[in-house]
């Protein structure tokens, strides 16, 4: 069986489960996993076929002996690291995008990326962007558009079962976020609207799952507001966990923006994962977001940093409970269409075949 080698710089941390799927759910494919670190270093997912590249004494025959046909790099900024060993070898090499890798929203974070990826530009052989908004921003950057690719990340629907809510009649209505905690997620925005909620909605409560550098300004924000009896920080969590969260809450809330660096959003899990769980969402113009959410079909979606819009997307659902049924229903089944691991699995694999086969070993396609 053909080998497709993923390459990782570091081990895959608890929020980042989508790429431990994307790499053990192939089956017309074997994959491997080689990296610069230790196994021992991945507490959190482990690979039974995992290489420490610092440990191969002879490359070419390690890749001849694996039969590996492609080298699939999960993250733009550490292609540059494995293109040389791709390069060398003859390997037709694969670099995921997924956000700020491939941005090119400020000045800076064009000159950047743009720089950065001259050689791939010149020498890789296919682009995965996670939505079509991301897919734009690599052909603003050089990247050939015959080699640009959209893979929509998957989702393990029986993790995420489908539940219809309502708004209790009494106790908590109790608002979720879920994801890391730094600029582009816009939780000072999400914070800020959600004081407008509570004024109004004294029941609600906003639970975010998540760590990250904004840890303290999010809190600092929290304590502004006086809002620490209703707003509550739990942490990482795994996906098993955050599947438990959300089939105990109401309504999904996230406010992503695009960061002072020019970071964004391809299209967040978490929003997969509130949707297929049946819970309304409310989100933002932003990234790759329109892609997944239908304004006033799916979803709700308001200007990003906008905390007024914000909170009146979140009142829109708590003042018509009646159009929750169809929302979340319309909500699943685009889940289910685009967004299920088995469907995206077999996307992937199709995609690596038509990759190959093209490659003509010069980095190039033949056509």
């Known amino acids: 069986m053909e080998t497709v080698a993923f390459y990782i710089e570091e081990p895959i941390k608890i929020n980042q489960e989508f790429m431990y799927n994307q790499i053990v759910g192939l089956s017309q494919y074997r994959a491997i996993v080689i990296g610069p670190f230790s196994n021992h270093n991945n507490t959190q997912y482990q690979f039974n ?20 046909v492609a080298i699939h790099a999960h993250q733009g900024k550490h292609s540059k690291s494995i293109l040389p060993i791709a390069t060398k070898y003859d390997i037709p090499l694969i670099v995921h995008f997924r956000g700020r890798d491939s941005s090119t929203q400020t000045e800076k974070r064009f000159l950047k990326n743009k720089k950065r990826y001259d050689s791939l530009i010149q020498h890789g052989a296919g682009y995965f962007a996670v939505c079509q908004f991301l897919a734009e921003e690599l052909k603003k950057l050089g990247f050939p ?110 406010s992503s923006e695009t960061g002072l660096d020019g970071d964004v959003e391809g299209i967040p899990n978490a929003l997969k994962e509130a949707m297929a769980s049946g819970l309304p969402v409310i989100s933002t113009y932003h990234g790759g977001i329109p892609e997944l959410i239908d304004h006033k079909r799916t979803g709700f979606l308001v200007p990003e940093k906008d905390y007024i819009s914000l909170a009146q997307g979140i009142k829109y659902f708590l003042n018509n409970p009646g159009v929750w049924e169809d929302y979340t229903k319309m909500a699943r089944k685009v889940i289910e269409e685009k967004f299920d691991i088995k469907k995206q699995t077999l996307e992937q694999q199709r995609l690596y075949g038509l990759i190959t086969n093209k490659y003509d070993g010069r980095g190039g396609n033949d056509e």
Do not use: M, W
């Open 49 to 68: 076929d995992y290489y420490n590249l610092s440990d191969i004494q002879d490359l070419k025959a390690f890749f001849d002996k694996q039969n590996v």
């Open 145 to 254: 558009e015959n080699k640009i690719h959209v893979l929509y990340g998957g989702l393990d629907l029986n993790l995420y079962p489908f539940t219809q809510r309502s708004i209790p009649n009494e106790g908590e209505i109790r608002i979720i976020s879920v994801a890391r905690l730094v600029e582009k997620k816009g939780f000072l925005t999400l914070i800020k609207a959600f004081n407008l909620i509570h004024q109004e909605y004294p029941r609600a409560t906003l639970t975010i799952i998540g760590t990250g550098k904004e840890e303290e300004k999010i809190l600092n924000c929290i304590n502004e507001y006086q809002l620490n009896d209703c707003v509550f920080l739990k942490g990482a969590l795994d996906s098993g966990q955050v599947s438990k969260e959300l089939r105990n809450s109401h309504l999904f809330c996230l």
